[in-house]
C-alpha cells in the first residue's frame, strides 16, 4: 500500500521569507501523480500544486514550486515570498494514475507565518 | 470556490442517531469521492462513486454507506452514530476522464456526536 509521509509537524516562517516542506512517500508504481493542498483555518481543501511522476520538470504556480525528487521519493513544496495568507496546514497526496484512483495523504505540516 | 457543495455545514447529533451529508459535484464531473478528517486518523478515503456507480472504497464501516444519484450528487449515510465519528467529511469530485483529473474538495461537513 502507498504511504505518504510529512516530518515536519510544524514550520514557522517569517513574512517574505522562504520555506520548504518536506514529504516523502512510498509506491512500486512508476506512474503517478503528486499534489499539495492547502487546508486554511476555513478548512477547505484547497489544491495548491500538482506534479506528474513521467515529468522530470518540477512544477511551480507563482510563488509555490516543488522539487521532485523520484528515485528518491521526495516531494517537498517551496513557498517563496511567504504571505500571511499562507499561514495553513498543507498537506502532501499521492494518486495512482489509474482512472479514478483516491487520494493517500501525508499527517500534514502547519506552517505559521510571523510578521 | 472549487464548485462542489457540501450540506450541512455543521451537523450536531446524538449518539445512536442517523445523519445524511449531502455533496453537489462541479458541473460536468461524473466522479464523487468521500474523505473523513479526524484528529486521531488524518484524510481518509471512504468511498468513491462514478456516475452512479461504486467505483472504489476505502476504509469506510459498515454503519456507512453512500450513494450517487442520476443528477450526479451524492449522499454518505452515517448510522449508529459514536462518538468516534466526530470529524470532518470532505466530498471532492473530478472530471469525465479520471485518469488525469485532479479532484476538487468541496467545504465539508463538521459532524458533531454527543
Known amino acids: 500500500a502507498q504511504t505518504v509521509t510529512q516530518s515536519q509537524p510544524e514550520m514557522s516562517v517569517q513574512e517574505a521569507e522562504t520555506v520548504t516542506l518536506s514529504c516523502t512517500y512510498d509506491t512500486s508504481e512508476s506512474d503517478y501523480y503528486l499534489f499539495w493542498y492547502k487546508q486554511p483555518p476555513s478548512r477547505q481543501m484547497i489544491l495548491v500544486i500538482r506534479?506528474?511522476?513521467?515529468?522530470?520538470q518540477n512544477a511551480t504556480e507563482n510563488r509555490f514550486s516543488v522539487n521532485f525528487q523520484k528515485a528518491a521519493k521526495s516531494f517537498s513544496l517551496k513557498i517563496s515570498d511567504s504571505q500571511l495568507g499562507d499561514a495553513a496546514m498543507y498537506f502532501c497526496?499521492?494518486?495512482?494514475?489509474?482512472?479514478?484512483?483516491?487520494?493517500?495523504f501525508g499527517g500534514g505540516t502547519r506552517v505559521l507565518v510571523k510578521p | 470556490d472549487s464548485g462542489v457543495t457540501q450540506t450541512p455545514k455543521h451537523l450536531i447529533t446524538a449518539t445512536g442517531q442517523r445523519v445524511t451529508l449531502r455533496c453537489s459535484p462541479r458541473?460536468?464531473?461524473?466522479?464523487v469521492y468521500w474523505y473523513q478528517q479526524s484528529l486521531d486518523q488524518g484524510l481518509q478515503f471512504l468511498i468513491q462513486y462514478y456516475n452512479g456507480e461504486e467505483r472504489a472504497k476505502g476504509n469506510i464501516l459498515e454503519r456507512f454507506s453512500a450513494q450517487q444519484f442520476p443528477d450526479l450528487h451524492s449522499e454518505l449515510n452515517l448510522s449508529s452514530l459514536e462518538l468516534g465519528d466526530s470529524a470532518l467529511y470532505f466530498c471532492?469530485?473530478?472530471?469525465?476522464?479520471?485518469?488525469?483529473?485532479?479532484?476538487?474538495f468541496g467545504p465539508g461537513t463538521r459532524l458533531t456526536v454527543l
Open positions: 458541473s460536468g464531473d461524473l466522479s
Open positions: 497526496a499521492y494518486r495512482k494514475i489509474a482512472a479514478g484512483n483516491k487520494l493517500t
Open positions: 471532492a469530485s473530478s472530471g469525465i476522464a479520471g485518469f488525469t483529473d485532479t479532484q476538487y
Open positions: 506534479q506528474e511522476a513521467y515529468k522530470q
